[in-house]
């Protein structure tokens, strides 16, 4: 790169878009491309979650926290996929948004057509009864100590909109303790029962009116490596059988290679995103996972770079860009040599 002209995302490429758009287009050109700009779907049209932009700023003593800084988010119906970040990332307050506990500052929030932001009382209630599942990582929190494991999943079937009789309650209940392999449990209390055990019965409960979404907050983090498998089990067996979407906050390493996405939140915003797909040996009929990491870009067109590859190179405040035909690359700051 020696003249000025081919250096940084000013450079070449970004002078044949200006020569392009200088050739004053026609009034019939303007009102296509305005035309088509209107037309386009909408950002997250066709997924069960969208998180626009989201923002949420905590102020406590007039310090204020912002734990969600513009945080874009699509996941579509059917998914099961993890969120990982280090303490402090924001994943608990995303959480808590998508579960109807809390509201958002700024953005967009939508889970299964229900507006988040502007939701009233009555239906954010009926949105936290019917809409959405949780599990959290107390299995205290999950549970209500003084009922059986069968009457803690007919809990929720009776305080729900579409209510069913009481038979068809207790059926429901123990034909979702039957799926999540705890049948047995469905007259003990939880104080009788292990940590696994709680969790898949939560994991019953969360079910118990069918939700659209299911969110899990950190659901193995009491339990040892191996219940920990077993209950990401039955989180698979959940999406697998009933078709539920299934958000599960992990820090469990074990878990987050598990799922075939994983998207890593870094200061409030998704920073980077895993995508594992099975590929098949043709000849031997092995099958390999394949796991292929991705930076995320926002529509501003911002990208977090991993920490790890900026740390790496040294890369700090500027970076010098250059457009390639088929991509972009990004070096250190070198004005100071030049
Ligand atoms: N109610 C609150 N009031 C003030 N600040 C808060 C509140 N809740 C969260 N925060 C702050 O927001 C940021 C994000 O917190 P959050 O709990 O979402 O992180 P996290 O990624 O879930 O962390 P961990 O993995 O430790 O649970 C942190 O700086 C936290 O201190």
């Not at 809990?155 to 123990?174: E, H």
Request: hydrophobic share 40%; charged share 25%; with cysteine.
């Amino acid at each position: 790169m020696t003249t000025t002209d081919s250096v940084g995302p000013t450079g070449s490429a970004a002078g044949s878009a200006d020569s392009a758009g200088s050739a004053s287009p026609s009034f019939a050109d303007l009102a296509q491309r305005a035309a088509d700009r209107r037309d386009r779907p909408a950002y997250g049209h066709d997924a069960l979650i969208t998180c626009d932009r989201l923002v949420r700023i905590f102020s406590t003593d007039g310090v204020e926290v912002q734990a969600l800084q513009g945080l874009d988010l699509l996941v579509r119906e059917g998914e099961l996929m993890a969120l990982v970040g280090a303490s402090g990332s924001g994943k608990s307050t995303l959480m808590n948004i998508l579960a109807g506990l809390d509201t958002p500052t700024a953005g967009a929030a939508r889970v299964a057509g229900h507006d988040l932001l502007t939701m009233g009382a009555k239906d954010r209630l009926g949105y936290r009864r019917e809409t959405v599942g949780f599990v959290w990582q107390q299995t205290a929190r999950n549970l209500l100590p003084y009922l059986t494991a069968a009457q803690n999943v007919a809990l929720p079937m009776q305080l729900g909109v579409s209510r069913k009789g009481r038979r068809a309650q207790a059926r429901r209940a123990l034909e979702l303790l039957e799926l999540l392999e705890v049948a047995e449990c469905r007259d003990r209390r939880p104080f009788q029962m292990s940590g696994g055990q709680q969790q898949r019965v939560a994991i019953a409960v969360a079910l118990a009116n069918d939700p659209s979404v299911l969110l899990a907050d950190e659901p193995t983090g009491e339990l040892d490596s191996h219940t920990a498998e077993q209950i990401f089990a039955a989180f698979r067996t959940a999406n697998e059988r009933l078709g539920t979407t299934i958000v599960i906050v992990t820090h469990d390493q074990a878990v987050a290679t598990e799922v075939r996405r994983t998207v890593a939140i870094r200061d409030g915003r998704t920073s980077t995103e895993v995508l594992r797909r099975t590929e098949v040996d043709a000849t031997t009929g092995h099958e390999t996972v394949v796991a292929r990491e991705y930076a995320m870009l926002d529509r501003a067109g911002r990208l977090q770079l991993p920490a790890e590859y900026t740390e790496a190179l040294g890369m700090r405040d500027r970076v010098a860009l250059e457009l390639e035909p088929d991509h972009i690359g990004i070096w250190p700051d070198d004005s100071e040599h030049r």
